[in-house]
Every structure is written in structure tokens, then in C-alpha cells.
């Protein structure tokens, strides 16, 4: 939308988001949430208004808008992904984009290179897989002092990168995470393990890969260890539990992680915000935030 025409049907808009009837209110909410990126200027000026009521307004719509925006962004990365993985870290930094919007992506990058670099520096010439491992937890859990957030599991920031950073505690997939991206710059094959109800990782063997638990300063796992802490779950133990979970995978994974957080603290509109991010990585070509609209 760039002719003056189109334009001037925004500010018309923008002016109905008081009109008296309440009806003609949330047609005009309706049409300006479908417009997007395109009323965003145009609403960002609103907010500074010296009208109080058309700045709640144009705040609310801004609002939700938000969630459409970065549901086109997911989608763009789900594209990306067709036929092959997405790209976890950029799924990773727009999940964090949802929970901070205002959070800095190339801080989050810098942080990651700042590791790789060290472990780098760390890692003895032609280490083996074993001296890599140990490697890099001593770095990160060790030397960094990132450790598993026990005491408040739920807590929604143990699933955003920043916050993670940050404060140096995380949830098993988020540390687990970390551990992937830190050693994907180095073109280290670790990867992720979704073991039921405990997320780990491991150095990826043809035949005798190793396991390990970031949740828990990076201990060592047996084969037999995996299969006990499936089972301490209450589930039967399956091979293919030890197989590399998809990067799309470990996104839902997050994702559903933080939905059951938001519903436990009555916050139903980001855990169907994020069901919907869930659709698009599963779906792309659907469109969950898609609203029909008439012109008024």
C-alpha cells in the first residue's frame, strides 16, 4: 500500500478508533490489525497523540499487531525449512522476540561467538570427541557457571535466549540449546536429544555417541542413564528416543514449554499466540492470525 490514497484511507482510520459507536471501533481495530506493517507508522504517530483515548487505542492495536508480525516471520523461517530443518537459532531469536520484543538479536550473536571463540582457544589441537565434550562443559558450566533453574523452573525467562544469557540459568532444552549453538560455530556435531521430559545432548557418533546433561552441569550419561531417566518419567524406553531431534522439533518443544507456563499463570492469550506459531512451523502455508475483514 504506497499511494497517497491508500495512505490517507490509514489516517482516516486511525481517526475512527474513537468514533462513539462501539461497533464501527472494532471494525476499524479489525481492518488495522489485517494492514499490518503498514499501519504502524501511521499508529506509532497516534500514540504520541495529546488525545488520551486515541492513544490507548492505536496502543491496543499496535498490541496486537505484534503477534500477526512476528507469525509472518515464523512462517518465512517455516519456508525456509521445506523439504529440510529450519534454522534454530533464528527460531530461537524470534521466540525471544515474543517475549522480548524490545531484546537485541546481534547481542544474543555476539554472546554465542564470545563462547566459540573461547572454546576455540580451549580445545587442544585434534581433541577427540571425549576432550571436546569435557571441553566444552567445563567452559560452560564450570568456567560460565550456567547451571539448570531448579528453584524456579517455571519461570518463563528459563525459555528466552536473553534471559538465559543473562542470568546464566535455563531449563535442560535451553541449555541444551546453548550447547548446540556455541558448538555449531565451530562445526562441532552436537546435537539435541528430546528425551521424554528431559532434554539433552550429545556428541553425534555413527557408533558410540556421547551423552550429556546441560541441565545438570553437563554430567556424563550411559546409554543406561538415558533409558532411566526416560523411565523415571513413566514412560517406556524406545531407541529411536536417542535419535537427533529436529531443529523444528526442538522450536515446538520450547514453545509448548512456555505454553504450559502461561497457562498455569492465566495468561491465555500468549499461550494461544503461541499455538499458532506451532501451526505455522508445522503448516506454513496456513495462516492462524489471519482475520476476515469488510471495509467500513
Excluded: W
Excluded at 528459563?158 to 565451530?186: E, F, M
Amino acid at each position: 500500500m504506497s499511494n497517497q490514497k491508500a495512505l490517507g484511507q490509514i489516517s482516516y482510520l486511525i481517526q475512527l478508533l474513537t468514533d462513539r459507536d462501539e461497533f464501527i471501533r472494532e471494525k476499524v481495530r479489525l481492518q488495522l490489525i489485517e494492514l499490518g506493517e503498514d499501519a504502524l507508522p501511521f499508529l506509532e504517530m497516534a500514540v504520541r497523540s495529546e488525545e488520551v483515548a486515541l492513544r490507548l487505542q492505536a496502543q491496543e492495536v499496535i498490541n496486537a499487531i505484534f503477534p500477526k508480525k512476528l507469525g509472518e516471520k515464523f512462517r518465512q523461517l517455516a519456508h525456509k525449512g521445506l523439504g529440510r530443518d529450519v534454522d534454530l537459532e533464528a527460531g530461537i531469536l524470534l521466540l525471544m522476540e515474543f517475549g522480548y520484543p524490545d531484546s537485541k538479536p546481534e547481542a544474543c550473536r555476539e554472546n554465542l561467538d564470545s563462547l566459540a571463540q573461547r572454546l576455540e582457544q580451549n580445545l587442544v589441537p585434534e581433541a577427540n570427541p571425549s576432550q571436546v565434550v569435557s571441553t566444552l562443559t567445563h567452559l560452560l558450566f564450570q568456567q560460565e557457571h550456567f547451571r539448570g533453574n531448579q528453584k524456579n523452573y517455571l519461570d518463563p525467562d528459563n525459555s528466552y535466549l536473553n534471559k538465559v544469557l543473562q542470568h546464566k540459568t535455563g531449563l535442560p532444552i535451553t541449555l541444551s540449546t546453548l550447547c548446540i549453538l556455541v558448538a555449531s560455530r565451530l562445526g562441532l556435531p552436537i546435537v539435541g536429544v528430546g528425551l521424554p521430559g528431559h532434554y539433552i545432548v550429545k556428541y553425534n557418533l555413527p557408533k558410540n555417541a556421547i551423552y550429556f546433561d546441560p541441565f545438570h552441569q553437563g554430567r556424563l550419561l550411559t546409554r543406561a542413564d538415558c533409558i532411566q531417566i526416560v523411565e523415571q518419567f513413566g514412560q517406556p524406553f524406545e531407541e529411536h528416543f536417542l535419535s537427533q531431534s529436529t531443529h523444528r522439533e526442538t522450536l515446538i518443544r520450547m514453545m509448548n514449554n512456555l505454553i504450559q507456563v502461561y497457562q498455569g499463570s492465566n495468561e491465555p492469550e500468549k499461550a494461544e499466540t503461541l499455538s499458532g506459531y506451532i501451526k505455522i512451523l508445522l503448516n506454513p502455508s496456513k495462516n492462524p492470525f489471519s482475520e476476515n475483514t469488510r471495509e467500513i
